[in-house]
Nanobody, 117 residues
Framework: QVQLVESGGGLVQAGGSLRLSCAAS????????MGWYRQAPGKVRELVAR???????NYADSVKGRFTISRDNAKNTVYLQMNSLKPEDTAVYYC???????????WGQGTQVTVSS
């Protein structure tokens, strides 16, 4: 079982920046796709950004140009740099690891991001 630990959430004013980190245990990180999802109160969980094991990325339209996902395989860590934050970015952000080789789909505990207007 893979453990995912997120950090970096907090309270920020609109227009500010935060960087989320997600550290994974074990040895399968480099062969896994990693994603960041978010869930606002009363809403379904949605994909924010995803990065494949080869480094290809995709983003939700609402965050394109503002958020950047990256990974450091040597540190077993995926990052989400969030710039120009808006109040509508307020949500719990979850890290996800998906590994097709090992049939694993693991989630972190989530980290709260609150953007004040």
């Amino acid at each position: 079982q893979v453990q995912l630990v997120e950090s970096g959430g907090g309270l920020v004013q609109a227009g500010g920046s935060l960087r989320l980190s997600c550290a994974a245990s074990g040895s399968i990180f480099s062969t896994s796709a990693m994603g960041w999802y978010r869930q606002a109160p009363g809403k379904v969980r949605e994909l924010v950004a995803r990065i494949t094991r080869g480094g290809s990325t995709n983003y939700a339209d609402s965050v394109k140009g503002r958020f950047t996902i990256s990974r450091d395989n040597a540190k077993n860590t995926v990052y989400l740099q969030m710039n120009s934050l808006k109040p509508e970015d307020t949500a719990v952000y979850y890290c996800n690891l998906y590994n097709v080789i090992w049939s694993l789909d693991s989630w972190g505990q989530g980290t709260q991001v609150t953007v004040s207007s």
